[in-house]
């Protein structure tokens, strides 16, 4: 069985121990599992780590204090446009890496056009807020039922 990393973006510190309490259940090692918070703090945390799992949230925060999302991509003067939700991290994932598994965690409505969006973008599973360890684990075991599955490896990129 391979020994997957993960991911888990949220802007709650709540859901994010959640799904790390979860993890922990599954035998996953802590330094497999890295967190982040903010749509940008996804993105460094995804190139630092490159896992093969994300739990995203599809309503992201820039943290607290934070004027807005433009008006903080205006004040960094960043020449690469940042991400602002969800779904901007969803699509850089899956540019950067597109077997990469995402599931998402949300408070939103399934018929949300951000929850649809994602999920017609190949996000794996829907996990409805509040996520509960029961829930979280039975998608840990369908991902690495799906990862584990013959052709699995041959179809992630080299």
């Known amino acids: 069985m391979t020994q997957l990393r993960y991911l888990i973006v949220d802007d709650s510190p709540t859901v994010r121990l959640t799904i790390k309490q979860a993890l922990s259940q599954e035998k996953v090692p802590p330094e497999n599992v890295s967190e982040a918070g903010t749509a940008s703090d ?5 190139d630092r780590t490159n896992p093969d799992v994300v739990f995203l949230d599809v309503t ?10 433009d008006q903080f991509l205006d004040l960094l003067n960043h020449p690469r446009a940042m991400p602002k939700s969800g779904n901007d991290v969803a699509r850089y994932l899956r540019a950067r890496n597109p077997s990469v598994t995402i599931v998402v ?3 939103n409505a ?4 951000r929850v649809r969006e994602l999920i017609k973008g190949g ?3 829907l996990l409805q807020k509040p996520v509960h360890l029961a829930q979280i684990r039975e998608v840990l075991r369908q991902v690495r039922d799906e990862k584990d599955a013959p052709g ?4 992630a990129p080299p």
């Open 110 to 113: 399934p018929d949300d056009p």
């Open 60 to 69: 992201l925060t820039e943290g607290p204090g934070n004027p807005g999302n």
């Open 123 to 125: 996000a794996f599973q």
């Open 42 to 46: 996804a993105v460094a945390a995804f």
């Open 152 to 155: 699995a490896a041959a179809s």
């Open 105 to 107: 965690c949300t408070g």
